[in-house]
């Protein structure tokens, strides 16, 4: 364990916490939950009688949300108190979706993204008037945060639980690894003989992490621009599947993009590190980012999918509104769910991961 962190280690609470239970709970009633979620979208499918490809991916996206709303709920009422006194965050949810609606007002109903949110998101389906996209931007603001908190709930309960035999798993010698996932994930160089794991914590004033929420939620955005551009610029999806249904599935999927950058994230804040013989220590974090964005590829493959919409005469006025629509929903997931995180569950994530790996270090060292 390095000096760096240790004035850090000394904030960590020894005994069953609120997030200890929360983590517990769901870690044991997740299996159960993907099971209603899947009857919740065969029920959805036969309800909506829409068995196409399209019809299918629309109900799976709705039925995850729904569950995951739901799931959501019972979190934030079990976690802990943010880090922002809750009259702050009130006065946000209140305020800023009657914002949105009246700026979006002014548009009136030639603006697209007014048809598809009292489309989706009215639950009276009435006209675009002020009064539907007011309960439009109050429906998908608390969508937003209910999901954030159901898939960051999920995330932080395995993560906290399960993360720290990754680490001890990297320490045993590699003829005796049960297998080489880790490895794997982590990207690490064959050449590299590992010889102890520790981790040098990113101090925590106990405040919100500004710098954390800004990376999480540019982090967030950027990747669901680049994953939905697979289908927003895709020429057979521009010609078979409407407008608003697009948005909508788009904006379905960028609600579970977390998983994909919370965890290299946390990696880097508790600062998983792999000594060796080589003179710099090897970060975990990097290897595991690297890992992900191997995946960026995919900006060659969007200019490629672009080029073909303009040889198949694809309407470029319909995939400029449909790309600007989604970059305004995207925006507001990305800030929602990077908010939740770091304001709810960041310190608690970060302590937990580091109190198991320590009490496990401890432990197998008092069995030797």
Not at 336 to 357: A, P, R
Request: charged letters at 15%; hydrophobic letters at 50%.
């Amino acid at each position: 364990m390095d000096a760096g962190g240790l004035g850090t280690l000394r904030f960590i609470p020894t005994g069953e916490t609120k997030q200890d239970r929360l983590d517990s709970m769901i870690v044991k009633a997740f299996p159960a939950f993907l099971a209603a979620c899947v009857a919740l979208i065969v029920v959805l499918t036969l309800y909506l009688g829409n068995f196409t490809f399209t019809g299918f991916i629309y109900t799976i996206c709705l039925g995850f949300a729904l569950g995951f709303s739901v799931l959501g709920l019972f979190c934030a009422v079990l976690s802990n108190r943010g880090v922002v006194k809750p009259a702050y965050v009130i006065t946000a949810i209140i305020v800023l979706p009657a914002a949105v609606a009246l700026l979006f007002h002014q548009f009136g109903s030639s603006m697209e993204p007014n048809n598809f949110l009292v489309r989706f998101f009215d639950m009276f389906g009435g006209d675009v008037s002020l009064i539907s996209l007011m309960v439009s931007t109050y429906s998908i603001t608390l969508m937003m945060f209910l999901v954030g908190y159901g898939v960051v709930s999920v995330i932080v309960g395995y993560f906290r639980i399960y993360f720290y035999r990754v680490l001890l798993s990297l320490k045993s010698p590699p003829d005796k690894r049960k297998n080489h996932i880790p490895e794997w994930l982590f990207q690490i160089p064959d050449i590299i003989d590992i010889g102890s794991v520790e981790l040098e914590p990113e101090e925590d004033d106990g405040k919100f992490n500004k710098a954390l929420f800004v990376n999480t939620a540019v982090s967030l955005f950027l990747l669901g621009m680049v994953i939905c551009s697979y289908m927003f610029i895709n020429p057979v999806f521009l010609q078979v599947i409407p407008f608003e249904e697009m948005l909508f599935i788009g904006i379905l999927l960028s609600l579970f993009m977390s998983p994909l950058i919370i965890p290299w994230s946390i990696v880097k804040s508790i600062g998983a590190k792999i000594v060796s013989s080589a003179p710099r220590p090897f970060y975990l974090w990097k290897g595991m980012r690297g890992r992900l964005y191997q995946g960026f590829f995919a900006i060659t493959f969007f200019m490629m999918l672009l080029t073909m919409s303009a040889y198949l005469g694809m309407d470029f006025f319909r995939i400029l509104t449909t790309y600007l629509g989604y970059m305004v929903f995207m925006g507001l997931i990305s800030v929602v769910t990077s908010f939740v995180y770091v304001n709810v569950y960041y310190s608690g994530f970060k302590e937990g991961i580091i109190k198991s790996y320590l009490t496990s270090v401890e432990d197998d060292g008092n069995d030797k």
